[in-house]
């Protein structure tokens, strides 16, 4: 069982950064495909990037592509979500997810392991 504990959320003025951590029990971490995904009041729950294995290949969402970045330490157990930039609408929960899965990608039925997800609040 793989267990994740996003920290870091909070409120931030627009334009400012936030770095989210994303902390996975187990000795299997190296093995997971890592993902974040976030979910705004009243929408569905999007895509955000994802983080291959080894770290050495990440992609990222078009509405966050070149202000987050998505980074792993595996000897930490550990993801996490620098947010530059932000934006009134980046403003949501955001969960961190996992797989083990060798091809997964943006789908969220391609997650079986869930955080309970950490609130970013983005003023304007």
């Known amino acids: 069982q793989v267990q994740l504990v996003e920290s870091g959320g909070g409120l931030v003025q627009a334009g400012g950064s936030l770095r989210l951590s994303c902390a996975a029990s187990?000795?299997?971490?190296?093995?997971?495909?890592m993902a974040w995904f976030r979910q705004a009041p009243g929408m569905e729950r999007e895509y955000v990037g994802y983080?291959?294995?080894?770290?050495?290949?990440?992609n990222y969402a078009d509405s966050v592509t070149g202000r987050f970045t998505i980074s792993r330490d595996n000897a930490k157990n550990t993801v996490y979500l620098q947010m530059n930039g932000l934006k009134p609408e980046d403003t949501g929960v955001y969960y961190c997810?996992?797989?083990?899965?060798?091809?997964?990608?943006?789908?969220?039925?391609?997650?079986?392991?869930w955080g309970q997800g950490t609130q970013v609040t983005v003023s304007s």
């Open positions: 997810a996992a797989t083990f899965a060798i091809r997964s990608g943006t789908r969220l039925d391609e997650y079986e392991h």
């Open positions: 983080i291959s294995r080894s770290g050495g290949v990440t």
């Open positions: 187990g000795r299997t971490f190296s093995t997971l495909r």
